[in-house]
Each structure stands twice: as C-alpha cells, then as structure tokens.
C-alpha cells in the first residue's frame, strides 16, 4: 500500500533541511509529521482568534490591533478564513494517515495509552541478580544501564590518563629547556 502524501504547508521546512534522523524509516516519518500536526494545530488557533477579531465590530478595535478597515476588513477576513480551512484539511489528512500507520503496524494499543500516573518503567536490558545489603547497591538498574555506566567511567579514566600523560610530558619538556639553557 502506497505511504498516503500529505500536503506541504508554505511553514514546513523543505526536506533537505529536515534531520535525516526523521527520514530512517516510515516509523520515524509519521512520528515527524506529527510534531508538523502540533504546530499546524497551533497556527489554526492563531487563524481562529484573529478571524474572530476581524468579525467584531470596527469600533471594538485597539490601535495597537492593526487590523484592516472597511473592505479590507471582509477580504482579509475571506483569506484568514480560507487559511484556516485549508489547515483544518491538512491536519485532518495528516491525523487519518497516521492512524492508518498505526493500524497497519498493528501496533498493540497499550504501547499508544498512557501510562498510568506515577507509573516507573522497568529498567532496560536484564537485570542482574544483586545483594540488596551490599555497599554496591545501585537501586532497581537492569544491565544496559550498568553498561552504560561502565562505559562512561572507562571514557572519563581514558581522558584523565591523556590528560595526565600532556601534562607529564610538558614538565619533561620544560626540564629538558631548562637544564640545556
């Protein structure tokens, strides 16, 4: 089934300038047009409020409003209005496709709902069996965070050897200037 083609707004980014990240997989595409849906639903709240203020009577207006008078008033009101339903349509088509996604990724439902309130993930990977008196007691961690862990304190032991190495070898070189001068 070919992946349904949604509109491009005049506000959405061209798509050499999207991440590549957002382009790996299909997956990854819905989910980034979502995030265009977010702010599509925002703009559509802006277009709603000031098609409402270009409905209110020109007396009722603020100087600071800015806003049309006399028959620019009813045009601009025709294009916002216009505007408007037009992203009313785009977020329409982007909402069923992404549905239309989710369904046929047969993506179980309770992967969509919330999670209950207060709810705490189990930690990733297998946890290791553990003392819980021990002095090594690291909490409810599985093995990819102690992994993870692992890794960054090798990263850090890795910098301050390189680092202590630099500075070892600059006081070498400053005594060997020094006893040659």
Do not use: C
């Not at 006399?70 to 496709?97: M, N, P, T």
């Not at 989710?102 to 990977?125: E, K």
């Amino acid at each position: 089934m070919p992946e349904p083609q949604t509109r491009q707004s005049p506000e959405q980014p061209d798509p050499t300038e999207i991440d590549p990240i957002w382009m790996s997989s299909r997956t990854a595409r819905q989910i980034y047009a979502l995030g265009e849906v977010e702010k599509d639903i925002g703009r559509l709240l802006s277009l709603a409020a000031s098609s409402i203020s270009l409905l209110t009577l020109p007396q009722t207006d603020e100087p600071e409003d800015g806003l049309p008078q006399g028959g620019e008033r009813s045009e601009q009101f025709v294009l916002e209005a216009s505007e408007f339903f037009e992203r009313l349509d785009s977020i329409h088509i982007a909402i069923r496709s992404s549905l239309a996604h989710i369904r046929q990724s047969r993506i179980a439902p309770s992967a969509i709902n919330a999670p209950p309130p207060n709810f705490i993930p189990p930690p990733l990977g297998v946890g290791l069996p553990s003392n819980p008196s021990g002095p090594t007691e690291k909490g409810n961690r599985g093995l990819q965070e102690d992994r993870i862990e692992r890794d960054a304190w090798k990263g850090i032991l890795n910098a301050l050897t390189r680092l202590k190495d630099a500075k070892e070898r600059e006081r070498t070189e400053l005594l060997s200037t020094q006893s040659e001068g």
